[in-house]
T-cell receptor
């Protein structure tokens, strides 16, 4: 299967700071998605981004499929951004998830 | 717009009992996936349906686990003779055929005592 590695595993930010989360994957993928998991366990779709760059408000993502990585940028972080961020690479018929980046934003 | 729904949201059971979970996908989605997530880990793939056909099943899934999607709409996941190691969050996701973008339900949290 596809190996997915996320870094950093943990991140603590002051409110208002910017951050970059990285996702490396071991093989060609058909899809890559970024999710935010809320404290109740719900996975919330952030981006569907097999390649290229997308932006949604303070969040943006870039996937360079040929180099097998994706980046999630969070600008002007807010306390509500706290939680675990997962990237998931789709190959074959399933998603392969990384172990996540746990983000804590301090007021 | 109704998203993916799962029932129950929480289940506490004693070791050795059988449990069944239900997932209702987004109405026009014909692909349905089950995942399991333990504390501190990312979700792990269990099985995948396209319409009513179960097309893939993880080798990690023991024969105590079975999933069905009889009419290509909702799906059930049954765990027989539960063990404490089965305690986890069970997540369901769905997608449109031809799209790899998955939408997840809220999950069912299983605790085996």
């Amino acid at each position: 299967g596809i190996q997915v590695e996320q870094s950093p595993p943990d991140l603590i930010l002051q409110e208002g700071a910017n951050s970059t989360l990285r996702c490396n994957f071991s093989d060609s993928v058909n899809n890559l998605q970024w999710f935010h998991q809320n404290p109740w366990g719900q996975l919330i779709n952030l981006f569907y981004i097999p390649s290229g760059t997308k932006q949604n408000g303070r969040l943006s993502a870039t996937t360079v499929a040929t180099e097998r990585y994706s980046l999630l940028y969070i600008s002007s972080s807010q306390t509500t951004d706290s939680g675990v961020y997962f990237c998931a690479a789709f190959g074959g018929n399933q998603f392969y998830f990384g172990t996540g980046t746990s983000l804590t934003v301090i007021p | 717009d109704t998203g993916v729904s799962q029932d129950p949201r929480h289940k506490i059971t004693k070791r050795g009992q059988n449990v069944t979970f239900r997932c209702d996908p987004i109405s026009e989605h014909n692909r349905l996936y089950w995942y399991r997530q333990t504390l501190g880990q990312g979700p792990e793939f269990l099985t995948y349906f396209q319409n009513e056909a179960q097309l893939e099943k993880s080798r990690l899934l023991s024969d105590r686990f079975s999933a069905e999607r009889p009419k290509g709409s909702f799906s059930t996941l049954e765990i027989q003779r539960t063990e404490q190691g089965d305690s986890a969050m069970y997540l369901c996701a769905s997608s449109l055929q031809g799209s790899y973008e998955q939408y997840f339900g809220p999950g069912t949290r299983l605790t085996v005592t």
